[in-house]
């Protein structure tokens, strides 16, 4: 798909978070074929946040493209994320992410099925 045949879609305070984030939908769920529940590039405006939330049945990692943020890893340990940067969290376990910039904080989301 060309960037112009992709499904957009800006969501408000995802997961409780704050602000605008934006998903540019990679594949369909056609394409994703029952297997992943998403691969997405997301991009999560300048002061803006998703919320935590835990995976149940499904993985989630982030690659990040560009910009800076503060990623919540099971609420356990937080640390500075940035271009080059991977991210996983796994079934049973949470996390959000948070842009503290002001620029854009871009990256690709893939969810995984883990119980399929």
Same mark, same amino acid.
């Given at each position: 798909?060309?960037?112009?045949?992709?499904?957009?879609?800006?969501?408000?305070?995802?997961?409780?978070?704050?602000?605008?984030?934006? %998903? !540019?939908?990679? =594949? +369909? !769920?056609?394409?994703? +074929?029952?297997?992943?529940?998403?691969?997405?590039?997301?991009?999560?405006?300048?002061?803006?946040? $998703?919320?935590? /939330?835990?995976?149940?049945?499904d993985s !989630?990692? &982030?690659? *990040?493209?560009?910009?800076?943020?503060?990623?919540?890893?099971?609420?356990?340990?937080?640390? !500075?994320?940035?271009?080059?940067?991977?991210?996983?969290?796994?079934?049973? %376990?949470? /996390?959000?992410?948070?842009?503290?910039? +002001?620029?854009? =904080?871009?990256? *690709?989301?893939?969810? $995984? &099925?883990? +119980?399929?």
């Amino acid at each position: 798909m060309t960037t112009g045949q992709r499904k957009t879609e800006e969501k408000q305070n995802l997961r409780g978070g704050k602000g605008v984030t934006v %998903f !540019e939908y990679l =594949l +369909d !769920e056609k394409q994703l +074929d029952g297997r992943c529940r998403m691969f997405a590039k997301l991009t999560v405006k300048p002061h803006s946040s $998703i919320g935590y /939330h835990v995976h149940q049945g499904d993985s !989630e990692t &982030y690659y *990040i493209l560009s910009g800076r943020g503060v990623y919540n890893d099971n609420q356990e340990k937080t640390y !500075e994320v940035k271009p080059g940067d991977v991210t996983y969290t796994g079934s049973g %376990f949470g /996390h959000s992410v948070e842009n503290t910039g +002001d620029e854009d =904080l871009v990256f *690709i989301a893939l969810i $995984i &099925y883990s +119980d399929r």
